[in-house]
């Protein structure tokens, strides 16, 4: 099992640029694919971005060029740097890993208005 932590959400204006963590635990982070995912109200969650545990990363296509995934594995740690923002990135973020079952954090809220 793994346990996940999010950090890093907050408001921010269109334009500006937030950077999500997600700090694991409870087994060894190197095994997992780790990933980003979001749910804004009334949608479902989609992906945001992945990152395998070779280092290979896939993007959703509203986020591509904007965001980037990247992991530390020394610090059991994955990031999403998001840059550009929009408010249609306004979502509940979370952090999930992969190996080979799916374990989820409790989300970290993202707003971005004006």
């Known amino acids: 099992q793994v346990q996940l932590v999010e950090s890093g959400g907050g408001l921010v204006q269109p334009g500006g640029s937030l950077r999500l963590s997600c700090a694991a635990s409870?087994?060894?982070?190197?095994?997992?694919?780790m990933g980003w995912y979001r749910q804004a109200p009334g949608k479902q969650r989609e992906l945001v971005a992945i990152?395998?545990?070779?280092?290979?990363?896939n993007y959703g296509d509203s986020v591509k060029g904007r965001f980037t995934i990247s992991r530390d594995n020394g610090k059991n740690t994955v990031y999403l740097q998001m840059n550009s923002l929009k408010p249609e990135d306004t979502a509940v973020y979370y952090c999930?890993?992969?190996?080979?079952?799916?374990?989820w954090g409790q989300g970290t809220q993202v707003t971005v208005s004006s």
């Open positions: 409870g087994s060894i982070f190197s095994f997992y694919d």
């Open positions: 990152i395998t545990r070779g280092g290979s990363t």
């Open positions: 999930n890993a992969h190996y080979p079952y799916d374990y």
